[in-house]
């Protein structure tokens, strides 16, 4: 066995983490007799030869000895070698007429090359899977239909055998796997395409076991959408009934019960569970323990964050609470990426094991959400016909509900996870799916709850069809903490807490006031209070208590900033010496962040807080474009100190400064308004900028500032059709400008008959991505009612 492995450099070779001279190792292990032996193993290869998908010199060379052991059986656990052989020659990123085009000196083509010598190298060697259709371990047979549909190059044979298989296979996952095969084939051969429609359509009618059809009728939606028949959403919903009430041939699931995947695509799959998401970025975010180092407010935004901040635009441009909690949690992330960048090469070799472990931590949450359930295969085969519906949002939604009201519990968890991708992506009525799901708040299983919870949080305005269930789980019998961070709070009231303040609930108030007497405190509970409004006063003086507790150390802007948004937020002026402390205090790290932070607390406090004016003052003149436009706004809001403000704004709208510094300062003269109208000569300069955000931010001021719509709509119209993240911001001027904006009346429209989300992405999604989409409709609305008011 593993003949001629000593003979490979392996230390010239390399992964994820280093030289290779580790993989023999790690080869062995996949042979060994110790089940634990064999999962790290199996985990090592994915943390460091196949890292994220990735294809190295060193992965090349194990392709041999990978196939070999797949052919042996006396090794124990070849499923999961069947998988990681399925992922290392199934990604074809790039085919021989585009890798001929690619300039070998160009950074892709390594990467490039890599993709297709795997493909090539797994495909000579794929009839090694045919044999194991029929292999005695129910594993390997569940992995080898997807590794002969992907890698085989005969895939007439194939489609043959696989069809043959699945009249004496009696396993119910592998004949799903068997199917989702032929649903490959159909899509990666065209040539094939009508015949496996045609049995698939029959297969979806036969007089089989309803997982089967209900397989069937997924992977005939997913090959020929056209050919989804009208009536889809009552045949689905009655093959759920069947499966659930049919006896069940494997009652416990394992991580490969989603029926064929390679492994990356079901580690994407699974990501729709918030944990298991957090899990699978690893590699970019800080463990939670390190989390929980911040002191009594620990950050616990997610990457998604982060991603969802356009780097188009500054941070020092951003306004709002979204775009304040986006900011810090970038900057925390920054942080902690910085620190990371220097380190040696001991912490490689722990980031290294740390990665290693991501598949055997997978696999435990996935076992464990699948507890207890005898069909856990279907949020798999369901997420494949939603796929497939796509704009098909009534259908989807109809589906869901139908999900929502069946009395499997499994079957309403897998409703909301799978809701969870339809909200984000697509327009729709979902008022009833949101009662529905704030009522399975009440319901006995833990792990239901901690579904409803997580799709809640991140509904904000939409969330108010289920905040009376929010109320009751929030007051109803129920104990423990309210403010706790982290996944085991939504499984608790924390979740429940912050979806009642971000549907801007006022029953949520005194429980925040609750949470904030609690020891640590999510830093979403904070940013959430702008949701509250006027209403939320009351919480202002136990913020000021624990602003003023907060140690003016090197983690003051982590503990400081939530609680400095919050106060500004309910205008809670009697908290200015507290906010002066910090800002006098802020130490060297971090410290120009500190003092944005807090002089947006003070712009929004006003004129009562004019005894902080000499602080301000001293800050106009910061280095940081940032800080002194804030102060700018400060002076402005606390005693219209007109000429001291624009005097430090005009300084960074000159020739040679950033796009970030100059959207602050624009940003800062549009807060002023019109008082500001002789910075608009430095304001038109912006308008023909080759940075977008300078653009927008330039027309945006200019018109606050002048009320031209003429010279500034043209401005904002270009960069509504070129970006569409630039929409909100755009929109914003528009509903102000009313009828002097009746040139964007058709693009309105328009964006208001789109049943996709503007900001919808295919590679992750935001806390605030809905709640933003929602704002942007808001404002199209508002937008359109002004021009028809000013037109009659």
């Given amino acids: ?88 020659g199934g990604i074809d990123l790039c085919g021989d007429e585009e890798l ?3 300039d070998p000196d160009d950074e892709e083509f390594i990467p490039a090359a890599n993709y297709a010598m795997a493909a ?115 045949r689905v919903t009655v093959l759920l009934d069947e499966v659930r009430t049919a006896p069940q041939n494997r009652p416990t699931a394992s991580v490969d019960a989603l029926d064929g995947m390679e492994p990356l695509d079901r580690l994407a799959s699974m990501a729709s569970l918030d944990s298991l998401a957090a899990l699978a970025s690893l590699d970019s975010v800080a463990p939670p323990d390190s989390m929980d180092s911040l002191g009594s407010l620990t950050a616990v935004e997610g990457v998604d964050d982060v ?147 997580s799709f809640l949080e991140r509904l904000f305005e939409l969330g108010g069809p289920a905040a009376d269930a929010l109320a009751a789980r929030l007051t109803t019998g129920s104990t423990g903490p309210l403010g706790l961070p982290g996944p085991g709070a939504r499984a608790g009231r924390g979740g429940a807490l912050l979806a009642l303040a971000r549907a ?21 509970l904070l940013y959430a209070v702008d949701s509250l409004g006027p209403a939320a006063l009351p919480l202002a003086p136990v913020l000021r208590r624990r602003l003023g507790e907060v140690e003016l150390d090197d983690l003051l802007y982590d503990r400081a900033a939530p609680l400095l948004f919050a106060l500004g937020s309910v205008r809670g002026a009697q908290a200015l010496p507290e906010v002066l402390r910090v800002l006098r205090g802020a130490p060297v790290n971090r410290r120009e962040w500190v003092r944005e932070a807090c002089l947006r607390t003070l712009v929004a406090f006003g004129p009562v807080a004019q005894e902080a004016l000499p602080d ?19 002076m402005w809001a606390l005693d219209g100190s007109l000429d001291e403000a624009l005097g430090a704004l005009d300084r960074w709208l000159r020739p040679g400064t950033s796009g970030g510094e100059w959207c602050a300062a624009a940003l800062a003269l549009g807060a002023i308004g019109p008082a500001a109208a002789r910075s608009a000569p430095a304001l038109r300069a912006g308008l023909g900028s080759r940075d977008l955000w300078v653009r927008v931010r330039s027309a945006a001021a200019l018109w606050r500032v002048t009320g031209d719509a003429a010279e500034t709509l043209p401005v904002l119209l270009a960069a509504w059709e070129e970006n569409r993240h630039t929409r909100v911001a755009v929109a914003e001027c528009l509903a102000e400008m009313g009828a002097a904006a009746s040139d964007a009346e058709p693009a309105i429209r328009a964006e208001l008959s789109r049943r996709r989300r503007h900001n919808a992405r295919e590679d992750g999604a935001g806390s605030h991505d809905v709640h933003d989409d929602e704002k942007l409709l808001t404002l199209c609305r508002a937008a359109l009612t002004q021009m028809e008011r000013r037109m009659y």
């Avoid at 949520?508 to 830093?523: C, G, K, S, Y």
């Fill in 1 to 88: 066995m593993l003949t001629g492995i000593e003979e490979v450099d392996w230390a010239s070779l390399g992964h994820a983490y280093g030289p290779a001279d580790d993989v023999p190792e790690l080869l062995r292990g996949l042979a060994s007799d110790d089940p634990a032996e064999r999962e790290n193993a199996l985990d090592g290869m994915y943390g460091a030869v196949h890292h994220q998908g990735d294809v190295y010199d060193s992965t090349l060379a194990c392709i041999p000895f990978l196939l070999e052991l797949v052919a042996d059986p006396t090794v124990k656990d070849r499923g999961g070698i069947v998988e990681l052989l399925t992922s290392i």
């Fill in 504 to 524: 801007g609930d006022a029953r949520a108030i005194p429980l925040l006031a609750r949470a904030l007497e609690e020891r640590e405190v999510r830093r979403e």
């Fill in 120 to 234: 090539a190298a797994v495909a000579a060697g794929a009839d090694v899977f045919l044999a194991l259709v029929d292999d005695p371990d129910p594993e390997v047979r569940l992995a080898a239909p997807c590794a002969l549909a992907s890698l085989h190059g005969d895939p007439v044979r194939v489609l043959d055998l696989l069809r043959e298989r699945l009249t004496v296979e009696q396993d119910t996952e592998v004949r799903l796997a068997l199917v989702a095969a032929v649903g490959r084939i159909a899509l990666r051969h065209e040539s094939l395409r009508d015949e496996t429609v045609d049995w698939l359509g029959w297969l979806s009618r036969a007089a089989q076991a309803p997982g089967l059809r209900l397989a069937a009728l997924a992977q005939l939606a997913r090959v020929a959408p056209a050919e989804i028949p009208d009536d889809v959403v009552e």
């Fill in 307 to 453: 991603e969802g901040f356009d780097g188009a635009e500054s941070s020092d441009g951003m306004e709002g609470a979204e775009g304040v909690e986006g900011v810090e949690a970038g900057r925390t992330v920054a942080a902690s990426s910085s620190t990371s960048s220097s380190s040696s090469a001991s912490a490689s070799s722990a980031a290294s094991a740390s990665a290693s472990a991501l598949m055997g931590q997978v696999r435990e949450l996935f076992e464990e959400h699948s507890a207890g359930r005898p069909t856990p295969w279907t949020e798999e085969l369901l997420r494949t016909l939603h796929s497939a519906l796509d704009d098909r949002v009534d259908d989807r939604i109809a589906l869901i509900l139908a999900q929502l009201r069946s009395p499997d519990w499994g079957q309403r968890s897998d409703a909301i996870w799978l809701c969870g991708g339809l909200i984000r992506v697509w327009r729709g009525r979902y008022e009833e799916v949101v009662r529905l799901v704030g009522a399975q708040l009440s319901d006995p299983e833990p792990r239901l709850r901690e579904a409803a919870t």
């Fill in 100 to 102: 001929d085009e690619l």
């Fill in 616 to 634: 301000v003052r001293r800050l106009l003149g910061s280095e940081s474009a940032a800080v002194s436009s804030m102060a700018a706004r400060a």
